[in-house]
């Protein structure tokens, strides 16, 4: 069993910042790509920023230059750092993870979400 639990929401104001954090945990034998996604009202899901192992890193147009994305291996952790946030990037965030949980076996999980509000 797999658990990706996120953390760091909440409420800003708009210029404002936030860190989000993800954590992995359970029957881990490794972690290939980790990302985060945002689900806004009435809208699909969609990419924020994605990481490999090795740590490179992909962000879509509306988040660059404007946001980090890091990972701490040895803790099976995630990070999205976030500034300059407007009220458009209010919406729900998941954190995705690609997980071998042997060295058969991989799935992707996600976590439950945590929201983020922007308030203008």
């Known amino acids: 069993q797999v658990q990706l639990v996120e953390s760091g929401g909440g409420l800003v104001q708009a210029g404002g910042s936030l860190r989000l954090s993800c954590a992995a945990s359970?029957?881990?034998?490794?972690?290939?790509?980790m990302g985060w996604y945002r689900q806004a009202p009435g809208k699909q899901r969609e990419l924020v920023a994605s990481?490999?192992?090795?740590?490179?890193?992909n962000y879509v147009e509306f988040v660059k230059g404007r946001s980090t994305i890091s990972r701490d291996n040895a803790k099976n952790t995630v990070f999205l750092q976030m500034n300059s946030l407007t009220p458009e990037d209010t919406a729900v965030y998941y954190c995705?993870?690609?997980?071998?949980?042997?060295?058969?076996?991989?799935?992707?999980?996600w976590g439950q979400g945590t929201q983020v509000t922007v308030s203008s």
């Open positions: 359970g029957s881990i034998f490794s972690i290939n790509d």
């Open positions: 995705r993870g690609e997980i071998w949980t042997s060295k058969w076996t991989k799935g992707i999980y």
């Open positions: 990481i490999t192992r090795g740590g490179i890193t």
